[in-house]
């Protein structure tokens, strides 16, 4: 076959005839030129999206429809010398460059008003099942990755959804259903490659480039360079038990039932958990009824007190473990099941009923979220301001759930990474919908008067994976002690401050309280970086084509 003859070069031609009908200042006004955007294709093996292309709209979206930015271009990436190529196009721009791995950041994060650089397409999976562990592609998604394991009878923490990406989930943690037991998916990576601003390859584990290693796991994407991919540390892992128990909220006698559920659950599952192998999460949330087969809404919703988990053992144990919580007054058991996790893992968010509760073909709502991480124990009185509050909801769509922390992730050294929240008892969170403009301002103040509520409840920290653009003070929330130490490793492998975005990592303005980082990662910081790999291209002339 003739050398031009390829399917590439074929649609990079249609691509050029497309952007040459367009005007100068289609490209002008980007910071660009036309040639410049052109050479840019030539050089890649995946492609450019420009404003006006047929597939604009739909390719800028992201996952929440509340974020609606206007990138300059997006640049799908499918091999790793396209980041390069993207990353040189990118700074050209007058605007920052954002990278999407999902597109599921709470705080719009995956896009902006510059390039946007889409990676994606690097999802590759490697299992090396004699290890165990698997090599990740940062686009590839929970849904694929936990298929690819289940042959081999291998876990790690992940994304509940399963259209949640690596790249961004691991870079802020990585909360699951087993993270009590195994830790956070960033506790379980044993390498990461990532490129830097200058098209440098390195590897980042404990032992080489080890600041970078500790700063990406906890540190948020965006911050150091982009995630290619991730080697982790795999677990064993046969079936498991799981199950679904229910508090209804409609009356006084059920909210005091389950205020005791709450305060049971304090005394016994929480920071007082003797097991690791138990992992709950606590949920307040609408449903049609407490038992399957109603139909969804808009029919009648009714408020429920929620606890669900995962028993890393057979049912028999679980059982046991759970006997306390399903014999409490009001207490109702919907379901136990002992299999495999994935099967278990789709059962816990939509069995009997999804949380929150959508009728099936609902369109993606507007969402807004607020995360806060709880460090003591509340007062029964506490307790029941939660629910008197949570069922004055403007609709029936707000969902709130804790995600409870202890065993492993509580177990892992303070500074053996930059996700801070080591001695959490929980993570509570808010979630608000609504699809009519109309709705925006009820929903949302819904969530301000819960966040006002948390204040003095919570230890002033928030999950970094559901960030907010109106935290005040979210270096702090975010990394605690952590915040200067994040600042040295960035000053020395982004030294320009190439990556950038409204919550990036910056000089320590605010405080932190007491602490600094182990001498180990201090001596990591002032060796130099160690570099695999670097991808070296020209940049385009104005007269290329």
């Known amino acids: 076959m003739a050398h031009n003859y390829s399917a590439k070069r074929i649609q990079d031609r249609v691509r050029f ?12 006004r980007f910071g660009l030129t036309r040639a410049h955007v052109k050479a840019a294709q030539t050089k890649l093996q995946g492609y450019i999206v420009m404003p006006g292309d047929p597939d604009y709209n739909k390719d ?53 008003a510059g390039v946007l650089i889409d990676v994606s397409g690097l999802n590759g999976i490697y299992i090396h099942p004699q290890m165990p562990a698997a090599t990740v592609g940062c686009g590839c998604n929970f849904g694929n990755f936990r298929a690819a394991l289940a042959p081999y009878g291998l876990h790690v923490p992940g994304g509940e959804c399963d259209d949640v990406c690596i790249g961004g ?4 943690g990585g909360y699951g259903f ?52 991730v080697t982790y540390r795999l677990r064993s892992l046969g079936n498991v038990f799981g199950w679904a128990i229910i508090w209804p909220l409609s ?10 559920a709450l305060m049971l659950l ?22 049609p009824g407490i038992q399957g087969g109603l139909p969804l809404p808009p029919a009648p919703m009714y408020p429920y007190l929620m606890v669900r988990g995962v028993w890393v053992g057979n049912a028999d144990d679980g059982t046991a473990a759970i006997a306390p919580l399903a014999s409490s007054p009001g207490a109702v058991v919907q379901w136990t099941d002992e ?25 993606m709502p507007f969402e807004d979220k607020a995360s ?4 003591r124990d509340w007062t029964e009185a506490q307790w029941r301001s939660l629910l008197d509050y949570f069922v004055t909801t403007p609709n029936p769509y707000s969902y709130f759930y804790m995600e409870f922390y202890g065993g492993a992730i509580n177990a892992y050294p303070e500074w053996g990474s930059a996700f801070v929240h080591r001695d959490a008892v929980f993570n509570a969170v808010l979630d608000v919908f609504w699809w009519q403009e109309a709705d925006r301002a009820a929903s949302q103040a819904f969530l301000v008067g819960w966040m006002d509520l948390m204040e003095p409840l919570y230890n002033g920290h928030v999950y970094q994976n559901y960030p907010r653009l109106d935290d005040t003070n979210y270096a702090y929330k975010y990394w605690g002690d952590a915040q200067a130490t994040l600042w040295d490793v960035k000053q020395k492998y982004d030294p320009g401050n190439v990556f950038t975005f409204v919550q990036a990592v910056a000089p320590v303005l605010v405080e932190a309280k007491s602490g600094a980082a182990s001498g180990e990662l201090r001596s990591a910081i002032e060796q130099p970086i160690i570099v695999d790999a670097k991808v070296t291209l020209v940049r385009p002339s104005p007269s290329a084509s």
Request: aromatic share 10%; with cysteine; glycine share 8%.
């Open 178 to 229: 087993t993270s009590v037991t195994y830790g956070m998916n960033c506790d379980n990576v044993e390498s990461m490659r990532v490129m830097l601003a200058d098209g440098s390859i390195v590897t980042a584990t404990a032992r080489q480039n080890a600041d970078l290693w500790w700063a990406m796991r906890g540190g948020t994407g965006g911050n150091f360079g982009v995630l290619l991919d």
């Open 169 to 172: 989930y691991v870079q802020g």
């Open 60 to 112: 800028r979206a992201l996952f929440n429809p509340v974020f609606d930015a206007y990138p300059s271009m997006i640049v799908y990436c499918v091999v790793e010398s396209d980041v390069a190529v993207a990353l040189q196009l990118a700074l050209q721009g007058p605007a920052p460059f954002t990278v999407r791995s999902g597109g599921h950041c709470t705080a719009g994060f995956s896009a902006g």
């Open 251 to 260: 009356n006084e006698q059920e909210i005091e039932n389950a205020t005791a």
């Open 339 to 363: 299999t495999d996790f994935d099967t278990l893992n789709t059962s816990l968010l939509n069995q009997p009923y999804g949380m929150p509760c959508f009728a099936a073909d609902a369109t």
């Open 17 to 28: 005839m497309e952007w040459d009908s367009r005007r100068d200042n289609d490209f002008v």
């Open 372 to 375: 806060r991480i709880v460090s």
């Open 266 to 287: 304090q005394q016994q599952y929480m920071r007082t958990a003797a097991s690791h192998n138990l992992n709950i999460q606590v949920s307040l949330c609408y449903q």
